[in-house]
């Protein structure tokens, strides 16, 4: 807190090796804790004491967590089943030539299970509403799309509605709004 005052501290158990460190954590109103150790090994939830509540290893996060308005958490994520690691990349043809570059998830848990109930590869998201051009909008042809933040929409607008997903990507300066329910 500002004061340095100290209101709860958990202890991650197993916790290694020494070069891991926790990223992205996001404290819970029942003060347990959803983080990931560098996004390579899957996303853990532990209690206020540092027990393991669950684990999920199918994918990898890296940037922000969010709370969505139906207990969801959603995340930038990536598919630790494809790729163990981020920037192996991924290949995709496009326009006729095979690619590779590091392709981004946006990823929905439980928050009380930690199950996927949304995965969604944004060059496929992209390439499915006819946006691939936004993939190769950025001079860092290794990981062009890099997803920074996935932003739930927590009440309805005129334009939006609760659930809606706002997008928002590092190398081609674009903010989205995706429906997950619709694609």
Known sequence: LRNDQILHRWTIKGFYPPHHRVVHPLALPDTSLVY??????????????GDELWHQGEVG???????GPDNTLWLCGYDLEYTPRALNGVEYELGGQKVRFTD????GLDVQTGELVHKQSVAQLLQDNGLEYLIFKSVITDDPIHLNDVQPVLSAGPYMQSGDLWLSFRTSSVVLQYRPSTG
């Open 36 to 49: 990931c150790s560098n996004g390579e090994d899957g996303i853990y939830r532990i209690d206020k004491n």
């Open 61 to 67: 996060m890296h940037h922000a967590l969010n709370m």
């Open 104 to 107: 981004n998830f946006v990823v």
